[in-house]
């Protein structure tokens, strides 16, 4: 526990991107299985364990300190897991008595324990653990590990110390489970590559970067081709050897909610494409909007009467997986090939295929984009011919170019309490959007936001609010806004312009939260730069110049 | 006769009247007597002052030899007659020449310990504790979340990340006096036998000390010109805190920050400050060396005094030891 535990102190401080790796690969090299397994996982957000609540912590401690000395402690320090790591007294190390206070073994004894007897446990843990073990072992059980330290950068190290490309263990990681034993061992040198044992996982979907300023200027149009990007959500439906599951673009299984799209699965394979409710271009009606979707969305479970009257289908953009053979290394156009082949067997009212959009030149297609035949969609997607599906967000391979450039994904860093009828909820609404800081990305507030919302959709950014505030200054409270936890909303505005009285250096004129973005991760939100590459093309003047 | 009478706050220091002096005062006064060279307890200006060699030879470099009208050296543990009361001196764990000073009078002996720590310093004698009707304890980390870790861990942490990171220059942030040299010390004594670097503002503390036969090893002036940079990779710098936001700090190779404090246990501390590896490790108490102290010494009363005052207060009032808070001002609650 305690070299993970300096590794924690180490990591929370260093601020430098390379310094960070060399500390996760050192740490990897040295560290043995199955500890080195379990801290890969509390870092990656893949670990598991029933969590302690704060009360119960607090009655911990109070069964031996003084309330009013916890009290003077707890103001001073300000975080109950570090208070309780600092003023707790732990039993004099008897040597002998210690016992096995690994990683490994401590997350099993977790695991393992019942309901009654987690409070002894804990006790028992924290008596016997040294200061630093002790905060490492409170943020492991509090579920807290915010340690500026994202899933993609432990990743990049775990390339680094096998010296394999970073690709290679996206492309397994969702196929492999803590405590990553047979992962260690390839990276180690002494196994091969390891076989995925669970067949339907998560593969890391391939993203696409905004068109940009003179992106297109030297691109031939016909390396190309073009599809319309359609208003849903990008989801993963896998189907092999008799496991099938429907998996969000950020890999969370949403299986529970569209029973109707996976009983309708009669091939086996892995497609990318867009889920949305309605008609398919197969049975000739109508692709409904967005908002009829979100009747379908964020739910455990659905009822018979939801399915029939927003019933949901997936329309298909990539093949991954054509039964067990992997597609990903073939060009995108034998792709395209064999998931037109695969989706014609499929059952009409459930799958479609996305049409390709024929052009000749970017003029063109600038001016489809313009005006698409249907309301649904919201731009085009680009992508090049020759292009392997390859996870992560490369530019090059695939573009997109929205309809509406008026709007960005961004991420809500700070909330206020509203007024009027709204002053019980926090509705106005701080986001802010990526760029490079001295210490790599930091989110810079871009605007702020108090309409555009529905009432329900209030409900879920309030509750999100009051469950993650990190700092409160008087009315306002920031919350937890980190690439990889975070709350992403789509904001829609009618114009920006360069602004010196705003720290990003720019203004939104009318910003609204359009959309609740429940379904993307902080890091997938926007940069400064596209917002800034909007002004230079052209976006209408705002009156804040 | 009533320890209040014997001595009490004012707005220069605590005051002896039957003695007519005061401890560690904060404004020039006729006559002082001075716990240790912390420049927030020895002041320069006051007319006679007593205190331990160690402490006026540290006044001497700090302030120049006409610090004051006239200096008197109190021997340890030696006692002495002023006006009406006795005093004697007795090492404080503190730093380099660091005193407790008693003060005696009809019966009635009140022990001010100025700064002190219990734990193990190669570079000063340790704390002696001596039994008193009233104790004046320091409180600068008079809260239960202070519990210094042991010191060869932390010097450890150092010895790692000079491992781990080669290339880059370790510059440790430690105070001129006392902190710097224990320092140095505890890496000597950890096996690190590379010279060590150190600020300018540095050198005639350190001089002093070798000349005290404190075997701080090859200490080099930490200067750098474009030429000698790399030299500095994986190089140990010594520095007073206050020199991480000059110039003089950006010339080394992709410094790490490094801040030897006991104020480094809080990681909030640590990261407003900027501070890459926090290395704990305290001139003055933690919580358990303040209550461990107080239940050895066993005094009629406690006073508390620079720092987190309530805490401890309420700790003696819980153990039954009478207490109280002692508003002394112009000390530095921060400074370690
Ligand atoms: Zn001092
Ligand atoms: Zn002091």
Not at chain 2, 142 to 147: Q, R, T, Y
Not at chain 2, 194 to 223: F, M, N, Q, W
Not at chain 2, 231 to 252: L, Q, T
Request: proline content about 7%.
């Amino acid at each position: 526990m305690r070299d993970f535990a300096e590794l924690l102190d180490r990591l929370v401080l260093t601020p430098s991107r390379n310094a960070k790796i060399r500390l996760l690969t050192d740490y990897f090299r040295t560290a043995p299985d199955p500890d080195r397994g379990y801290a890969l996982s509390a870092l990656a957000g893949t670990l598991t364990l029933s969590t302690v609540k704060p009360n119960v912590l607090r009655q911990l401690m109070l069964e031996r300190m003084d309330p009013v000395l916890f009290q003077y402690s707890y103001d001073y320090v300000g975080d109950l897991a570090e208070t309780i790591s600092l003023v707790w007294e732990g039993t004099e190390p008897d040597e002998a008595d210690v016992g096995d206070l690994s990683l490994g073994s401590i997350v099993e004894q977790l695991q393992s324990v019942g309901r009654a007897n987690v409070r002894d446990l804990v006790r028992n843990l924290l008596d016997r653990l040294d200061g630093s073990s002790r905060f490492a072992f409170l943020k492991l059980i509090t579920g807290s590990m915010r340690i500026g330290v994202s899933s993609r950068l432990v990743k990049q190290a775990l390339g680094e110390m096998g010296t394999v490309d970073v690709g290679e263990i996206e492309t397994l990681w969702h196929g492999l489970l803590p405590p990553y034993v047979e992962l260690f061992a390839w990276l180690d040198g002494h196994s091969g590559r390891p076989e995925l044992t669970m067949p339907a996982v998560f593969h890391s979907v391939m993203l696409a970067t905004p068109v940009g300023d003179k992106d297109l200027e030297n691109l031939d149009p016909a390396d190309f081709v073009a599809e319309w990007k359609w208003d849903g959500i990008r989801v993963q439906l896998a189907n092999l050897s008799g496991t099938r599951r429907l998996y969000s673009r950020s890999g969370d299984d949403i299986s529970g909610a569209f029973p109707d799209i996976l009983e309708a699965v009669d091939f086996e394979g892995v497609i990318d494409g867009e889920l949305l409710v309605g008609g398919t271009l197969r049975s000739n009606q109508a692709t409904r909007s967005f908002s009829d979707l979100q009747q379908r969305l964020n739910r455990k479970a659905v009822t018979r009467k939801t399915i029939e009257e927003y019933p949901a289908f997936l329309r298909g953009y990539d093949l991954l997986f054509d039964g067990p053979r992997d597609m990903r290394p073939e060009p995108f156009d034998v792709r395209r090939e064999a998931l037109a082949k695969l989706i014609a067997t499929t059952p009409p009212l459930h799958f479609d295929l996305s049409p390709l959009v024929p052009f000749s030149s970017w003029e063109e297609l600038d001016r489809l984009r313009t005006a698409p035949p249907d309301p649904v969609i919201e731009g085009i997607m680009l992508k090049r011919r020759d292009s392997p599906y390859t996870p992560g967000r490369m530019k090059g391979p695939w573009f997109k170019w929205k309809r509406e450039p008026y709007n960005i994904d961004a991420v809500l860093m700070y909330a206020q309490r509203g007024h009027g009828k709204r002053s019980s909820y926090y509705s106005d609404f701080t986001f802010g959007v990526w760029t490079a800081g001295d210490k790599g990305d930091v989110l810079v507030p871009v605007g702020k936001a108090y309409f555009g919302f529905t009432d329900a959709e209030l409900e879920v950014l309030d509750r999100y609010v009051r469950n993650n505030t990190v700092e409160r200054f008087g009315p306002v409270r920031s919350v937890r806004a980190e690439p990889d936890q975070g709350f992403v909303v789509e904001v829609a505005f009618e114009g920006i312009a360069f602004s010196s009285r705003h720290k990003s250096g720019v203004a939104m004129r009318f910003p609204r939260i359009s959309r609740l973005r429940t379904d993307k991760l902080p890091r997938d939100a926007d940069r400064l730069e596209t917002l800034v590459s909007m002004i230079d093309a052209g976006a209408p003047v705002t009156d804040d110049a | 006769m009533r320890p209040e009478t014997l001595l009490y706050p004012t707005p220069k220091g605590l005051f002896c009247e039957a003695g007519g002096f005061y401890i560690d005062p904060v404004h020039p006064v006729d006559k002082a007597l001075i716990t240790h060279g912390h420049a927030d307890h020895a002041r320069s200006g006051h007319g006679e002052v007593l205190a331990t060699r160690e402490t006026l030879e540290i006044m001497t470099i700090r302030y120049g030899a006409d610090f004051c009208r006239q200096s008197q050296e109190a021997a340890l543990g030696e006692t002495m007659t002023i006006g009406d009361v006795t005093v004697s001196f007795h090492p404080a764990g503190h730093v380099l020449g660091s005193a407790q000073i008693a003060v005696s009078r009809a019966g009635t002996k009140i022990v001010v310990s100025g700064d002190y720590k219990r734990r193990r310093d190669p570079t000063c004698l340790p704390f002696e504790p001596v039994s008193c009707d009233v104790f004046i304890t320091e409180a600068t980390f008079g809260l239960p979340v202070f519990h210094h870790p042991p010191d060869a861990d932390e010097v450890g942490k150092l010895l790692t990340s000079l491992r781990q990171f080669p290339e880059r220059a370790h510059l440790v942030g430690a105070y001129a006096l006392g902190k710097a040299q224990r320092v140095i010390m505890l890496l000597r004594e950890a096996g690190y036998h590379e010279p060590i670097y150190i600020h300018g503002a540095l050198v005639k503390l350190c001089d002093y000390y070798l000349s005290k036969g404190i075997a701080l090893g090859e200490l080099r002036p930490a200067t750098v010109t474009a030429k000698e940079k790399p030299a500095f990779a994986g190089a140990v710098v010594i520095g007073p805190p206050s020199a991480f936001a000059d110039k003089w700090a950006r010339r080394f190779p992709d410094p790490i920050p490094i801040f030897a404090s006991g104020w480094m246990l809080v990681r909030q501390r640590a990261k407003q400050r900027g501070v890459e590896l926090p290395i704990i490790i305290s001139d003055h108490c933690d919580w358990a060396e303040l209550t461990d102290t107080i239940r050895e010494i066993r005094p009629g009363q406690v006073w508390v005094t620079h720092g987190r005052e309530e805490a401890l207060v309420r700790w003696c009032e819980l153990e039954g030891i009478k207490a109280r808070p002692l508003h002394l001002v112009g000390y530095d609650d921060e400074g370690e």
